[in-house]
């Protein structure tokens, strides 16, 4: 048994495909183009791939964490009129005021009390922290029912009502929708009015929808069935029979009949649509209907009325659109608020509350009419609503009228078009200033003002002005949440138009009032969205430095706020290439010392735990002192021993030490004390990698470094702990999905072809590597048949590799002695070799023998042919394995197999050889 001599130079130089030099790189653009990018030499031999030559114009975005007006109180993308936004309106009333679980029952509420529902309230212990007003419903005899009854004995009369209608019984029907419409006449408790409002309309609309229905039919089908007509969606009153108009002035005239008022408007309200019946401009009743809002004495009801109106005028086809009775129905609102806010002053502190309360309950009904008035349809009139409010006015006309409200002045100012806000900025400015009441936090209103302006390109002198102003007002605030609330919103305005005197002065208070206050959780959140504006500004860390108090008021920011600002700090700093400041290197590794002490240590795979790692592990990566190399490693030492609990960090650590032992080599200087301290901090370094298969490739990088420094009893070292590792798979690691163990074979191959540079032991033996892989190969549970057949075929290519008399690649010579100069012409380093080529060629078809698989069997088969070709000559000790072999692979695949056919081609060569 002898190995086949190989020419590795003459081989390469045969197969080798012919080479010419190419005048233009493959993956350059066909012709020249805006895309083209033009290669500049800059002295450096690094490789330059063109497709990333648009990189350099590509800006990376933070995550916008603009607040997204949150004073608002409804979600706008939500909201479309009239259908979808209606749906959507009711949805968010009955989630937002449904605080209340025992309603009382007032003698205009019969309609609900069924036996066993009601019970008498005897004592001031049940319930009473759910009613709106304790000390009334502190008397004894109050009925109170729960809001769960309620609402199911409100559907059931709905049902009733659409069954009384199915069956032909109209004045049951209108006599059930009376009694549900009496109860919007009940406000005693309050939370509880909007949900009451929402289920009540839902009848409403069904009663009104079945009036409509009904009504056309008799329009377009007679009697006895036959068609008169078809209306067209268009119709006019002309085109409607006289039955049909009798039918539906009969409705008008019962509804018109009701006693009280409230319910009288509301059915009207319902049936409005039928008016198009009788008249050809209802929008005329409309503004009647509003007229009549003005008897109903309660404000509760009387603002959730128009809003009810508001909703049924959008059911009038576009033509007879008209925001007129909008606009007495936001200025009957704004009379009504006037009296509450008067408790501003009143020493009566539970009528103030209760002021407030009947605010907060009022504020849907102002949002959805305002909606209503600026929606796409009637843009056109902002202008005029603009002076509705006083704005464009002289203040000398603004004297002795009533001053807007601060709710309803936010509910326009975020529904106007934003830019006829820009253009009309002071003057909004001013009516906020004049707006002095509790209805809605003013710096609210200063603070949309801000995202307004910033939503479109405005004069520079207009911005100046208001910018001037704004940051007057805000400095009167004591409190840093109110100061930040106004700033916040001004950020994006001042940067982009350099007001860079302003943003100091913006950082001057903030520092103030947080270093008398400290920063609450509440002011984080704004605080966070201000520094992540700043740092999406800025292109690079330096400019950041020179912001005035900037790490100050970091320092003082704590929890998740100041982690997500670090981890945009980390993002800018390692987007730009290579850190070499040492300043700016310190810094980062504060802010990612602080990072790292939040994270969940216990639960690493947590994506909000990853991403930080990742961006600190990213940061030590980019680290460079230059030529300052013992700098650097204690570096990675501080490293290591601050971000210890990430475990992605421990393989940034190794691969930066073993790259800086190469540059150490490169110096051309003699750093084989610095190189031998690279190579022990990886060796230290590498067993607290939990992963075994990242171990592994951990240590054939080091084990690389290691010999091109010369330093071989390191590089044994490294090899024996690498082994240990193999060994240690089944222990440490389930196995394992089919790519995990084709990446274990990969790194055992690859381990192999390093065995080539690695001198030989002649106390262990020249083989005593190889002996500990082939036992490894045979005890590993998860080294499947198919894998240790590739395994043993590397293991007998290694050995063929390391018997020739010249080995097909070296490390540094002049550190590194090969196997073929230490051992030149020893016959027992041969006979070594061809000892452990036995005992593996023998398992290798004894291996390939036990497997079940036909075609896997033949597949391996051919695989280990072809590698006892290469490697030895087909004398008589080898030829019995190779025929059995090819015996075995003709029997488990098609004699039209390529593979098979090759491969008989090729043993026929080296046999006939």
């Known amino acids: 048994m002898e190995f086949r001599p190989r020419n590795y130079t003459s081989e390469e130089e045969s197969h080798s495909l012919p080479r010419a030099p190419a005048d233009t790189h493959p993956l350059s653009p066909p012709s020249p183009s805006l895309l083209q990018v033009d290669v500049v030499d800059h002295g450096k031999n690094e490789f330059y791939d063109p497709l990333r030559g648009s990189d350099a114009n590509v800006m990376v975005s933070l995550d916008d964490l603009q607040d997204e007006y949150k004073s608002s109180a409804v979600n706008e993308a939500d909201f479309e009129l009239p259908t979808k936004g209606w749906t959507s309106f009711k949805k968010f009333l009955m989630q937002r005021f449904s605080g209340s679980k025992m309603?009382?029952?007032?003698?205009?509420?019969?309609?609900?009390?069924?036996?066993?529902?009601?019970?008498?309230?005897?004592?001031?212990?049940?319930?009473?922290?759910?009613?709106?007003?304790?000390?009334?419903?502190?008397?004894?005899?109050?009925?109170?029912?729960?809001?769960?009854?309620?609402?199911?004995?409100?559907?059931?009369?709905?049902?009733?009502?659409?069954?009384?209608?199915?069956?032909?019984?109209?004045?049951?029907?209108?006599?059930?929708?009376?009694?549900?419409?009496?109860?919007?006449?009940?406000?005693?408790?309050?939370?509880?009015?909007?949900?009451?409002?929402?289920?009540?309309?839902?009848?409403?609309?069904?009663?009104?929808?079945?009036?409509?229905?009904?009504?056309?039919?008799?329009?377009?089908?007679?009697?006895?069935?036959?068609?008169?007509?078809s209306l067209p969606e268009n119709f006019e009153a002309k085109d409607i029979c006289i039955d049909a108009k009798e039918t539906c002035s009969n409705w008008f005239f019962k509804i018109g009949s009701i006693r009280e008022l409230l319910p009288r408007i509301y059915l009207e309200l319902a049936i409005l649509p039928c008016w198009r019946f009788l008249v050809d401009c209802p929008v005329d009743v409309v503004q009647r209907l509003v007229m009549m809002t003005r008897g109903i004495a309660d404000p509760l009801a009387s603002a959730y009325c128009r809003l009810y109106i508001a909703h049924c005028a959008q059911k009038l086809p576009q033509q007879y659109s008209e925001t007129g009775y909008l606009i007495i129905c936001i200025n009957d609102i704004k009379n009504l608020l006037t009296r509450f806010l008067s408790a501003e002053e009143s020493t009566d502190e539970n009528f103030a509350e209760r002021s407030k309360s009947l605010i907060s309950l009022m504020e849907p009904t102002i949002e959805y009419i305002v909606k209503c008035i600026i929606n796409d349809s009637n843009q056109t009139r902002a202008p005029n609503i603009l002076v509705e409010l006083g704005i464009g006015m002289k203040q000398t006309q603004l004297v002795g009228k009533l001053p807007c409200i601060s709710i309803i002045l936010h509910h326009f100012l975020k529904e106007l078009p934003s830019e006829l806000v820009s253009s009309n900025a002071m003057e909004i400015f001013q009516l906020i200033e004049c707006s002095k009441d509790y209805s809605f936090d003013q710096c609210l209103n200063y603070r949309l003002l801000g995202f307004r302006i910033s939503e479109s390109r405005s004069q520079f002198d207009i911005i100046n002005a208001v910018v001037d102003k704004v940051i007057e007002v805000a400095s009167e605030y004591n409190t840093l949440d109110e100061f930040l609330k106004v700033v916040e919103a001004y950020i994006d305005i001042i940067l982009q138009n350099q007001m860079d005197n302003k943003l100091n002065m913006i950082m001057d208070g903030i520092v103030k009032r947080a270093c008398n206050e400290?920063?609450?959780?509440?002011?984080?959140?704004?605080?966070?969205?201000?520094?992540?504006?700043?740092?999406?500004?800025?292109?690079?860390?330096?400019?950041?430095?020179?912001?005035?108090?900037?790490?100050?008021?970091?320092?003082?920011m704590h929890g998740s706020a100041r982690s997500m600002v670090n981890m945009h700090i980390l993002n800018m700093a390692t987007r730009k290439g290579r850190i070499h400041d040492p300043t700016i290197v310190q810094f980062l590794f504060e802010v990612s010392q602080s990072l790292h002490d939040v994270l969940d240590h216990s639960n690493m795979k947590n994506d909000d735990s990853q991403q930080p790692a990742r961006l600190i592990s990213r940061f030590v990566n980019m680290v460079d002192y230059g030529p300052e190399l013992e700098r650097h490693l204690a570096f990675l030492l501080e490293c290591r021993a601050a971000f210890g609990g990430i475990n992605d960090l421990k393989e940034t650590l190794v691969h930066s030490s073993n790259r800086l032992a190469v540059k150490a080599m490169k110096d051309g200087e003699n750093h084989a004390s610095f190189v031998k301290s690279c190579i022990a901090f990886s060796e230290v370094t590498i067993p607290s990698v939990p992963s075994c298969v990242k171990q592994l490739n951990l240590y054939l990088e080091t084990v690389e470094v290691a010999l091109l420094g010369g330093l071989v009893s390191h590089s044994d070292g490294l090899l024996d702990s690498a082994i240990l590792c193999l060994q240690n798979m089944d222990q440490m690691d389930d196995l394992r999905l089919p790519s995990d163990v084709d990446g274990i074979l990969s790194l055992m191959r690859k381990l192999c072809s390093l065995l080539v540079l690695v001198p030989g032991n002649p106390q262990q033996g020249v083989t005593h590597v190889l002996r500990n892989m082939l036992a490894l190969i045979s005890s590993q549970s998860w080294v499947s048949s198919r894998t240790r057949t590739r395994l043993l075929c590397t293991i007998l290519s290694l050995a063929a590799a390391l018997s020739q008399f010249e080995l097909p690649y070296h490390g540094n010579p002049e550190l590194v002695l090969g196997n073929d100069r230490l051992f030149f012409g020893d016959p027992t380093y041969l006979q070594e070799l061809l000892s452990l080529s036995a005992s593996t060629l023998q398992n290798l078809v004894d291996n390939i023998m036990q497997e079940p698989s036909l075609v896997a069997r033949g597949r391996m088969a051919l695989e280990a042919c072809n590698c006892i070709a290469s490697s030895f000559n087909l004398s008589p000790e080898v030829l019995p394995f190779v025929s059995k072999l090819m015996e075995t692979a003709k029997s488990c695949l098609s004699s039209n197999d390529k593979y098979l056919q090759s491969t008989i081609k090729f043993v026929d060569k080296f046999s006939s050889e």
């Open 103 to 229: 309603v009382s029952i007032s003698p205009m509420s019969d309609v609900i009390m069924k036996s066993g529902q009601v019970r008498e309230k005897a004592s001031t212990t049940m319930h009473l922290e759910e009613l709106d007003d304790p000390q009334k419903f502190a008397e004894d005899g109050i009925k109170v029912i729960s809001q769960q009854v309620y609402v199911s004995r409100l559907h059931e009369l709905k049902d009733e009502i659409n069954r009384a209608w199915q069956a032909n019984d109209r004045v049951t029907s209108l006599a059930l929708a009376i009694k549900v419409a009496r109860l919007l006449m009940d406000t005693s408790v309050l939370q509880f009015y909007p949900t009451l409002f929402v289920l009540a309309t839902d009848v409403m609309d069904m009663v009104g929808e079945m009036v409509w229905q009904r009504i056309k039919q008799k329009a377009e089908f007679s009697e006895d069935g036959n068609v008169i007509c």
């Open 518 to 556: 400290g920063i609450a959780e509440n002011e984080l959140i704004s605080l966070q969205s201000i520094f992540l504006k700043l740092l999406a500004h800025f292109n690079n860390l330096e400019d950041i430095f020179t912001l005035s108090h900037f790490i100050e008021i970091l320092d003082m």
